[in-house]
């Protein structure tokens, strides 16, 4: 299990997986039209997760599985400054759930955000009624830190989230 950077060559494959996955991650995703699943609309997706790579807010990855792209998992709205905090959002195809890949995939963005971008603090929000996603942020340091009334409009409803973040705690030298 790995992630790398999303790359353009990706986009089929995300589509396929989007399409095949697309009624196990419809209560956990905003709508958005038809041509999100389309290998156009990935491509579309892949070029603008890697402008605001270049652009230092975001690191847009793949999560792969022996070799295979099995979902993505983005550290998005890096803030530097005093703030030195992102957000972290990811999801996994259906075929490869309850495998520990998330769980996987969220440790090695955390070592990313904290060991190379060197950032203070990562945010990661969930529905109130999304257990497993609360578990994999659990499993990796994330604690509770609030609920958000209404916060996010998925699955055309807008829907309390719980709020969570894990903070850096380096070692002591």
Not at 35 to 50: F, M, Y
Not at 57 to 71: A, E
Request: aromatic letters at 4%.
């Amino acid at each position: 299990m790995g992630v790398r950077l999303v790359e353009p060559a990706d986009a089929g494959t995300l589509s396929r997986l989007l399409v095949a996955s697309r009624e196990h991650l419809a209560p956990w995703e905003p709508e958005r039209g038809p041509e999100h699943l389309t290998p156009a609309g990935q491509e579309a997706e892949v070029d603008s997760a890697l402008r605001r790579h270049a652009d230092g807010t975001s690191v847009p990855l793949v999560i792969t599985l022996d070799g295979d792209v099995v979902g993505r998992i983005t550290v998005a709205d890096v803030v530097r400054g005093a703030f030195q905090s992102a957000h972290l959002g990811y999801w996994v195809a259906q075929h490869v759930t309850g495998r520990g890949v998330a769980t996987a995939a969220v440790g090695l963005a955390v070592r990313l955000a904290f060991e190379e971008l060197g950032l203070h603090r990562l945010q990661a929000d969930t529905l109130v009624h999304n257990v497993a996603s609360r578990r994999v942020l659990a499993r990796n340091g994330f604690e509770r830190i609030g609920l958000a009334p209404r916060y996010l409009r998925i699955a055309g409803t807008w829907q309390d989230h719980v709020l969570h973040q894990r903070l850096h705690e380096p070692d002591p030298a």
